[in-house]
Structure formats: C-alpha cells, structure tokens
C-alpha cells in the first residue's frame, strides 16, 4: 500500500523560503514519476515539478529559477525547496507518485498520478 505524507508547510513572509518533504513507503523500485502539485482557494489544482526515478526533472514555468525538486531514495523521501517566495505561491501543496513510468510531457498534469498526498498548506504573506 503506497503512502504519501507531507510535511514543512507554513507562514512565510514574500522573498522567504521553505522546504517540504513527502515521505513515501509502499513504493515500487521500478519506473515512476513523483510529483508536487498545488491548489490554491477557489483555483485549480495545478503541477509545479516532477522528478523521475533517474532524477530527471521539469517545472512549471510560474517556479522555474526559484523552486527545486529533489528525491533522496535510501529515505523515501521527495522534496520542494522553495525559495523567493510569492505571494501567489500560497496554496495546498500535494505530493504526488505514480504508478509507473510517463512520458515527460505529461509530468505535469495530474492524469498520470495514482497516489496523493494529504497536503499541506503554505501561506505568504506580502
């Protein structure tokens, strides 16, 4: 059974940063994309970056430059460090994995992705 649980959301002031982290367990070795996507209130759920198990990545060009995604496999654990934060950036913050390999330009939408995170929530403040 996959499980995905986040953690290091909060309250940041404009131009601060943060760090989440997702842990995993239940996840297969194999070929498969983790994702971090977000919801901020009354918008869609949209993706912000992914990383596959060869650790290659993409971004959404809103976070290009200032977040980046990174996978630490002996510990299970995918992370977003985000940096000269926004405003705009304030919203629900999910983990996301796979269930199996993806071509790359579908990284960012949320079809590919069968495991979901609980979320949690970053507010900054201008």
């Known amino acids: 059974q996959v499980q995905l649980e986040e953690s290091g959301g909060g309250s940041v002031q404009a131009g601060g940063s943060l760090r989440l982290s997702c842990a995993a367990s239940?996840?297969?070795?194999?070929?498969?994309?983790l994702g971090w996507f977000r919801q901020a209130q009354g918008k869609e759920r949209e993706g912000v970056a992914a990383?596959?198990?060869?650790?290659?990545?993409r971004y959404a060009d809103s976070v290009k430059g200032r977040f980046t995604i990174s996978q630490d496999n002996a510990e299970n654990t995918l992370y977003l460090q985000m940096g000269s934060l926004k405003p705009e950036d304030t919203a629900m913050y999910y983990c996301?994995?796979?269930?199996?390999?993806?071509?790359?330009?579908?990284?960012?939408?949320?079809?590919?992705?069968?495991?979901w995170g609980q979320g949690t929530q970053v507010t900054v403040s201008s």
């Open positions: 996301a994995a796979s269930n199996g390999g993806t071509e790359r330009q579908w990284w960012l939408e949320s079809g590919p992705y069968s495991y």
């Open positions: 239940g996840l297969s070795d194999s070929d498969r994309c």
């Open positions: 990383i596959d198990s060869d650790g290659k990545t």
